[in-house]
């Protein structure tokens, strides 16, 4: 039995994951929708596996893969969403997570995904396997984020999502001027020289879908 702890912002998917899991065994702790909510859970419940979503309407699950990186907090992370996007496949992997897989995917593959994350093991099934080949085998020359903290990476993807600098702040435990200096330092590491430009990048490299904001 896995103790694992739920992120998606749909109420109905959760209540499905937490039936299919609990049918196979496992135990669910605890769920949210939100990251800076699942974070403070997260460190009060000690789960051993986190299914994370990374489209949660307004955030990312990207800010919750930082947070856990920059924390070195215990937890696996096994990525459950619907973005079968190269770049985010090999985001996810960079910043830590155990495993990837798409909703579309049999149940079979995310059983097998947890069981990898509970060993300390990583789990990508053929499919999300390719799409994460075709950009890890790639130069970091090629890659501006690569230069990026993971601190950085998570204030990008909030910034790239409308948030203010108060707001981030809030979220990350942060003054906003702390967070005006991380925006600063952001645009000179990528070159940029407004939120126009921060947006622009993180929708190429596709760490938003533009829809969602």
Known sequence: ?????????????????????QT?????????????????????????VLLLDLNL???SGFELLAELQRRRLPVR???????????????ALRMGA??????????SDLMKAIDAAAQGKRYLGADVADLALQVL????????????SPRERQIIVMVARGQSS?????????????VATY?????????????????????RYKLIDPDSR
């Open 1 to 21: 039995m896995t103790r694992l702890y739920l992120v998606d912002d749909h109420r109905i998917m959760r209540e499905g994951l937490r039936a299919l899991l």
């Open 24 to 48: 196979a065994g496992h135990s669910v702790v605890g769920e949210s929708a939100d990251p800076t909510e699942a974070l403070a859970d997260l460190l009060r419940l000690n789960p051993e």
């Open 57 to 59: 309407g307004a955030r």
């Open 77 to 91: 992370c096994v990525v459950l969403t619907m973005s079968a996007e190269p770049r985010q496949v090999a985001e």
């Open 98 to 107: 155990s495993g990837y897989v798409l909703k579309g995917s049999p149940g």
């Open 137 to 148: 085998t790639r130069q970091d020359g090629d890659d501006p984020l690569s230069a990026l």
């Open 166 to 178: 108060a707001r981030i702040g809030e979220s990350l435990h942060l003054s906003p001027k702390t």
């Open 183 to 203: 925006r600063s330092r952001l645009m000179s590491k990528l070159g940029v020289h407004d939120v126009a430009g921060l947006v622009r990048l993180a929708i």
